[in-house]
């Protein structure tokens, strides 16, 4: 499983690379990839493409969460997952009843770990991603 790290307005692939081990590129017009035009989401999906592994876990901050979802509506790219930080999207709630319905009902950590990584493979990461979400605190 690769992690794909995309990064806000005004950042580069340095914001991730330093600190985490997994695929960190550079938006368009950012850090050391070219400007694209028109500059748009798509277009930005559409230059990022060609650069990801076969099934990647997409994680995107604030504009690289807007990209992240652009890239996982497209067969091509085959998203295992999105992981979105800040990101300023609209999503088609009318499409995903069952999980908002859970979602509303789902109020503590604990009560989120049961659920969390429910389509994770790796019993051991699934394990994993559970306890953590179970010792999340209001703090952090």
């Not at 999906?45 to 994680?59: F, S």
Request: with cysteine.
């Amino acid at each position: 499983m690769t992690w794909v790290m995309l990064h806000a307005t005004g950042h580069n692939r340095g914001l991730w690379e330093r600190a985490l081990p997994a695929l960190c590129l550079d938006l368009p017009g950012h850090g050391a990839a070219p400007r694209v035009s028109p500059p748009r989401v798509e277009a930005y999906a559409d230059a990022l493409t060609p650069a990801l592994p076969e099934r990647p876990v997409l994680i995107g901050h604030s504009l690289g969460g807007m990209v992240a979802v652009e890239l996982a509506r497209r067969p091509r790219v085959g998203a295992l997952a999105v992981v979105l930080l800040d990101a300023p999207i609209r999503l088609p709630f009318a499409h995903f009843p069952g999980t908002l319905d859970l979602m509303t009902r789902v109020t503590t950590p604990e009560q989120f770990s049961r659920v969390a990584g429910f389509r994770v493979d790796d019993t051991d990461l699934k394990e994993r991603i559970r306890t953590a979400i179970r010792e999340m605190t209001p703090e952090g």
